[in-house]
């Protein structure tokens, strides 16, 4: 069982590069989420998702957008990369009411 | 709006003694949920205990338990009989179940360590 799966794992950007962060998730969750992690802080959310087809807005969606054609994959992406999206960020998934299945992660570096 | 307040940037705390690390939230949502998540330095999210706003009774997972008390919105985690491999940020969330919006929203978190 596979669970939250974010690729890449690191990837360094150029400022104004674009890229596609991968989520996907085989628990056949309805609610999914993406949230970045500056060092030593708290996470916050960027976007989410209730259901394929419907997403909306976090605390911080400047700068991202995303998409979600399917139940199993929810990507985000960077359209013009800057320095203060230099972050770690998180997928997560979760069934309506329930605790959130986090992936592993992505760093990423804008120079 | 919503919000997690974590007061405790760091604490220190002896092996096999007790901790509580403090949450304080604020929601105009009549049902919402408190979930706690530890990150180890490896960074990953390991989800701990959950505390929703009905419950009558106190969460616990093992060594982790859940002060809950609604008049003072505080949500304080207890781990009793500290381990070294306690050691690690901890992350108070607070999820609404007004709406449509079942967002979870973290705090800052308390980076706990554990001294032998």
């Known amino acids: 069982n596979a669970g939250v799966t974010q690729t890449p794992k690191f990837r360094i950007l150029k400022i104004g590069q674009s890229m596609t962060l991968q989520c996907t998730q085989d628990?056949?969750?309805?609610?999914m989420y993406w949230y970045r992690q500056d060092p030593g802080m708290g996470l916050k959310l960027i976007y989410y998702?209730?259901?394929?087809?419907?997403?909306d807005k976090g605390e911080v969606p400047n700068g991202y957008n995303v998409s979600r054609s399917t139940t199993e994959d929810f990507p985000l992406r960077l359209e013009l990369a800057a320095p203060s999206q230099t972050s770690v960020y998180f997928c997560?998934?979760?069934?309506?009411?329930?605790?959130?299945?986090f992936g592993n992660g992505t760093r990423l570096t804008v120079t | 709006a919503q919000k997690i307040t974590q007061t405790q940037p760091g604490m220190f705390v002896q092996e096999k003694e007790a901790v509580t690390l403090d949450c304080t939230y604020d929601?105009?949502?009549?049902?919402?949920?408190l979930f706690w998540y530890k990150q180890p330095s490896s960074g990953e999210m390991i989800f701990l205990i959950y505390?929703?706003?009905?419950?009558?009774q106190n969460a616990t997972e093992g060594r982790y338990s859940l002060n809950f008390q609604k008049a003072r919105k505080s949500a304080n985690l207890v781990i009793s009989a500290s381990q070294l491999g306690d050691s690690a940020m901890y992350f108070c969330?607070?999820?609404?179940?007004?709406?449509?919006?079942?967002?979870?929203?973290f705090g800052t978190g308390t980076l706990l360590a554990v001294q032998p």
């Open positions: 997560a998934s979760s069934p309506e009411g329930s605790p959130l299945h």
């Open positions: 628990m056949n969750h309805n609610y």
């Open positions: 998702s209730v259901g394929a087809g419907i997403t």
């Open positions: 929601t105009s949502d009549p049902s919402y949920g």
């Open positions: 505390q929703g706003s009905y419950d009558q």
């Open positions: 969330a607070m999820r609404g179940y007004g709406g449509a919006t079942n967002k979870l929203i």
